[in-house]
C-alpha cells in the first residue's frame, strides 16, 4: 500500500495554462504539506494543511492554491504557469510533532515542466 | 536570516567504513532536527529525529549527534553498504511551528 500518492508523476504543459496535482494519504496523518524541489536540490515548503490552519509560505506566489476536501487529500493548483514553476512537487504528510517518531512521509514526487 | 549548510561535495567511502555527513546551521535554535535519505527520482525518506534536549541518537548503524553550542548536527553510518549510497539531507525545525526547513543534501557514495 503506498502511504502517500500524488499524481500525475510528470507533467509537462505551456505557459499560461491551469494544472492540478493531487495527493492522497493513507496514513492517517492530520496534517498534510506541499513542498517544491528546485533545480538546485532545496527542499523548501509552500503550504502546510490540517483541519484546523492552512499555513502559507509567504513566499509562494498566490497563483499557487491548496485545496483539502478532506483530511486524506491536500491537493495543488496552479493558475498561469510560469517557466520559472518547473520542478519536483512532494506532498508530505506527518502526525503529531510531539511523537517521538515524529517524521514526514514523502510521495514520490511530480515532475512539472512548463514549455 | 537562517541559513542550513551541508557539505555539496560527495562524500567518498569504502564499504564497511564509517560514514559521517555534517549539518551546520546559523541563525536558528531548532526544537528537533530530523535527517532523511533521498534516493534519484524519489521523495525523501524520514530516518532519524533528535531533540534539543538529546545529545546522541541511535538507530541501528545510524547514529546522529547534537550539539546546540556548536550549532551542528553529525549523522553517523557505520559499517557502510554500497546501499547507502544515496543524499542525505538534514532539517532542523523551531518550536513554533514544528515545520522542518531542510538542508541542501550531501551525497554519499559507498563503493564496493
Known amino acids: 500500500d503506498t502511504a502517500v500518492s500524488q499524481t500525475p508523476k510528470y507533467l509537462v504543459t505551456q505557459m499560461g495554462n491551469d494544472k492540478s496535482i493531487k495527493c492522497e494519504q493513507n496514513?492517517?496523518?492530520?496534517?498534510m504539506y506541499w513542498y517544491k524541489q528546485d533545480s538546485k536540490k532545496f527542499l523548501k515548503i509552500m503550504f502546510s494543511?490540517?483541519?484546523?490552519?492552512?499555513?502559507i509560505n509567504e513566499t509562494v506566489p498566490n497563483r499557487f492554491s491548496p485545496k483539502s476536501p478532506d483530511k486524506a487529500h491536500l491537493n495543488l493548483h496552479i493558475n498561469s504557469l510560469e517557466l520559472g514553476d518547473s520542478a519536483v512537487y512532494f506532498c508530505?504528510?506527518?502526525?503529531?510533532?510531539?511523537?517521538?517518531?515524529?517524521?514526514?512521509?514523502f510521495g514520490s514526487g511530480t515532475r512539472l515542466t512548463v514549455v | 536570516s537562517q541559513k542550513i549548510e551541508q557539505n555539496s561535495e560527495a562524500l567518498n567511502i569504502q564499504e564497511g567504513k564509517t560514514a559521517t555527513l555534517t549539518c551546520n546551521y546559523t541563525?536558528?535554535?531548532?526544537?528537533?532536527l530530523q535527517w532523511y535519505r533521498q534516493d534519484p527520482g524519489r521523495g525523501p525518506v524520514f530516518l532519524l529525529l533528535?531533540?534539543?534536549?538529546?545529545k546522541e541518537k541511535r538507530k541501528e548503524r545510524l547514529k546522529v549527534t547534537f550539539d546546540t553550542t556548536l550549532k551542528q548536527s553529525l549523522f553517523h553510518i557505520t559499517a557502510s553498504q554500497p546501499a547507502d549510497s544515496a543524499t542525505y539531507l538534514c532539517?532542523?525545525?523551531?518550536?513554533?511551528?514544528?515545520?522542518?526547513?531542510f538542508g541542501r543534501g550531501t551525497s554519499l557514495i559507498v563503493h564496493p
Open positions: 508530505a504528510s506527518s502526525q503529531d510533532p510531539g511523537r517521538e517518531d515524529y517524521g514526514y512521509t
Open positions: 496514513l492517517g496523518h492530520d496534517t
Open positions: 494543511y490540517n483541519n484546523k490552519e492552512l499555513i
Open positions: 541563525n536558528y535554535s531548532p526544537a528537533y
Open positions: 533528535i531533540r534539543e534536549n538529546e
Open positions: 532539517a532542523p525545525a523551531s518550536g513554533g511551528s514544528y515545520i522542518p526547513t
